[in-house]
């Protein structure tokens, strides 16, 4: 922000992919690494956002006027009416379709919005355990679960959620017994190539991107054991690529034969991908959002498995 910019000015708003543009600078920014979001109206001042340093500085300091996306802005809407989300997160909720009085566990739960659509679908009837290995995720979506009762959120690392000894009852904390739900969403930690808007990709390096179906075998080793037999597994990524989808569901059938794919409905995506390891028919049971023309949305990835009852 120039330091002659004035409370209801129009501005520019630009992106810094280069991550050089310094906090406070009061000259204009020039860099062949910038990009155009859009024009906004300054509502506060230089000295509000940069001469306060004992504490952070809340409030709103450019209201968007518009922007290069054209998502219009949701005006006088509260986050305390509504909870936004990509359409393909909420299909993935709703082709886990929770039931009243089920036991259910997302095993990476933050930020917490999938958690609390599983909720609602419930009723807050239920057992939703929410479990994630960052304790400052954790927190920060607590105060979207505090008004529900029927969430219980744990810091834990879901790659070790099977309990050693199966011997007692349920309880109400990790590492839990084999069988304990009756559903299971698996969002797994990914590369994230299918999120928009994405201005710069942080994955520089191939054995980043490789990195990622390791977890996520880990991750669907333990859902396998702690879905009773009957239940539903959704796993699901926001990502694109085949390795992390399409790739993740043929190795689950080959390593888990109690497994098999039931129709990922309600179907707003695409089929699969064609794999070799995939027959045409499993690949169509599949659903998988962008790059696609059609459909404007994020790329995202959803498969539903069925465990055969013992």
């Not at 000295?47 to 054209?70: C, F, H, R, W």
């Not at 709703?94 to 659509?117: F, S, W, Y």
């Not at 694109?240 to 034969?257: D, F, H, N, S």
């Amino acid at each position: 922000m120039e330091s002659n910019t004035q409370l209801q000015e129009c501005v520019n708003v630009y992106a810094d992919l280069a991550g050089k543009c310094k906090r406070g600078t009061t000259t204009r920014y020039e860099s062949s690494e910038k990009v155009f979001l859009g024009v906004g109206k300054v509502l506060m001042q230089r000295y509000q956002l940069y001469n306060n340093k004992d504490e952070a500085v809340t409030g709103i300091a450019v209201e968007m006027q518009s922007n290069v996306s054209g998502v219009p802005s949701l005006g006088d809407l509260s986050c305390a009416d509504a909870l936004l989300q990509n359409l393909p997160s909420i299909v993935c909720v709703r082709v886990l379709d929770p039931q009243p009085g089920e036991r259910i566990l997302d095993m990476c739960a933050a930020p917490g919005n999938k958690t609390t659509h599983i909720a609602e679908l419930m009723g807050d009837n239920g057992c939703v355990v929410a479990l994630d290995n960052s304790a400052s995720r954790v927190r920060g979506m607590q105060t979207k679960l505090n008004s529900y009762r029927s969430i219980q959120a744990h810091v834990y690392d879901s790659t070790k959620a099977v309990a050693a000894s199966s011997d007692a009852a349920c309880p109400a904390a990790p590492p839990f017994p084999c069988d304990s739900f009756d559903r299971i969403l698996l969002d797994a930690p990914c590369s994230g190539l299918g999120n928009r808007p994405q201005l710069l990709c942080s994955i520089k390096q191939a054995k980043v991107l490789q990195s990622y179906p390791n977890i996520q075998r880990r991750l669907l080793g333990q859902a396998v054991q702690l879905l009773r037999p009957g239940g539903i597994l959704v796993y699901s990524t926001c990502s694109v690529t085949e390795a992390e989808c399409e790739g993740i569901v043929a190795w689950a059938l080959r390593k888990y034969p109690e497994l098999r794919l039931v129709d990922a409905t309600p179907r707003y995506g695409g089929s699969g991908l064609p794999l070799p390891d995939l027959e045409a028919t499993q690949s169509s049971l599949l659903q998988r959002f962008g790059p696609c023309k059609d459909i404007d949305t994020v790329g995202f990835f959803i498969a539903k498995f069925q465990k055969d009852s013992k």
